[in-house]
């Protein structure tokens, strides 16, 4: 586990790897169970994104698709394996002890011990991104992009915001020196997105842990720092780009859009974006729309947007159900994908596969942990031909 955590920290390119490994060894072993509307749901999301590159005639979209299948066996692997409160937290713990090296390679950056001159390792570690930056004081770590690191690193500093609140002695000042270094290299990629990412996973972190004051303070502080943002944009970093970054952004949604109504029912595929027949952005082609919900309407139309509704209403039950039974991991679990969706208000970070990872795991695991505290849920089991739904004990 610890090989596959290393290539999905360390590579954006490497992450594909344990993905590839487990959908062989799923398909090797002829038979997988999908347990829930999520599972199923990425499987449905495979199925209609292959169809719908097909129709599009787009070889990349229909490729793409089959990362959708590779999620599918990540989730499936996750929920077999992690359905204990003790086997979740060892492997987070894991990942935040790991996710150091990044950090430590996006400081090294910063300082410019690490150039941003071009190297074949620099774009296979994605402390250079293969798409140029003009904001070479921004630090991607090992992501290929500063967003994206702003992602990671955000949702590292929730996991250690957690393990420091359960630890003791040595380890809970390790947990704050690693909350620390998080912090500082979140600071480095000077992502707004992220910023606003992890107060609103935070937000949802403070309602699931029960601390309703807590979460009625953090929103209060979104909505000042954010109109604050706004009226002086000069007192935060990049302010000065603030506004022409607003109009960018409006610009992409509104062309999406319009590439939506073309094809409102199936969508572009996933690249179609990219190689629609007009660009999109002043500064050349873009790969998605800088919003999540819109960028799954353009790519796969209303029948992906009603799959993803469909996935994440069931988490959300799923998320309740947890809460209900007072599993202690429901507000972190909540809190990181709170934290990738409120950042897809602005941004479309699971087109990385070490983000999409972070979504799928931490859905499968709630899933998993709610699957182990029911008496007899239901799962569909999937090989070489559809099997009929049973019941079967957890």
């Known amino acids: 586990m610890n090989v596959s955590l290393g290539l999905i920290i360390f590579s954006p390119y490497l992450a594909f790897l344990p993905l590839l490994y487990m959908l062989f060894h799923y398909i090797r072993q002829g038979q997988w169970e999908l347990r829930d509307a999520w599972s199923r749901g990425l499987l449905l999301l495979f199925l209609w994104s292959l169809f719908v590159g097909l ?20 989730s499936v ?13 060892k492997l987070l713990a894991r990942l935040f002890t790991l ?7 996006g400081v090294l950056a910063k300082v410019n011990i690490i150039t941003y001159t071009p190297a074949w390792w620099k774009y296979l570690l994605g402390t250079r991104s293969i798409v140029s930056l003009e904001e070479f004081e921004r630090i991607s770590g090992t992501f290929n992009n500063p967003n994206l690191a702003g992602t990671w690193y955000a ?3 929730m996991i250690g915001f957690y393990f420091f609140g359960r630890t003791k002695g040595k380890r809970k000042l390790g947990y704050a020196l690693g909350m620390v270094l998080f912090a500082t290299v979140l600071v480095m990629t000077a992502s707004r997105a992220a910023a606003i990412g992890i107060f609103i996973g935070f937000i949802l972190y403070s309602y699931f842990a ?3 004051k807590k979460m ?17 944009p000069d007192l935060f970093p990049r302010g000065e780009i603030l506004y022409s970054s607003i109009r960018d952004r409006q610009e992409i949604w509104k062309s999406c859009f319009h590439m939506f109504l ?7 595929g996933w690249f179609g974006i990219y190689h629609y027949k007009y660009s999109l952005y002043l500064y050349g082609r873009i790969f998605h729309a800088h919003n999540t919900l819109l960028t799954i309407a353009t790519t796969l139309g209303l029948v992906g947007v009603g799959i993803f509704a469909w996935m994440f209403w069931d988490l959300l039950q799923k998320a309740r159900f947890l809460f209900a039974k007072s599993c202690r991991l429901t507000p972190l679990l909540c809190g990181v994908v709170a934290m990738i969706a409120g950042q897809g208000i602005f941004d479309f970070t699971i087109m990385s596969p070490q983000i ?27 090989s070489s031909r559809v099997r009929h739904s049973k019941w079967k004990k957890a």
């Open 210 to 212: 029960g601390h309703k």
């Open 99 to 105: 996710s150091i090296g990044s950090a430590v390679i």
């Open 216 to 232: 009625l303070f953090i929103t209060f502080i979104l909505l000042s720092s954010t109109a604050l943002m706004l009226l002086f």
């Open 77 to 89: 692997y996750l929920q077999e394996h992690f359905q204990t409160v003790k086997s979740v937290e």
């Open 262 to 268: 073309l094809k409102p029912f199936t969508g572009w």
């Open 356 to 382: 999409a990872l972070l979504l799928v795991g931490s859905s499968a695991m709630i899933q998993g942990l709610a699957y182990s505290y029911q008496e007899a849920p239901r799962s569909v089991m999937v």
């Open 155 to 157: 949702i590292m500093l």
């Open 55 to 74: 129709i599009n005639e787009s070889i990349e979209s229909s490729l793409a698709a089959f990362v959708m299948l590779g999620f599918v066996a990540v």
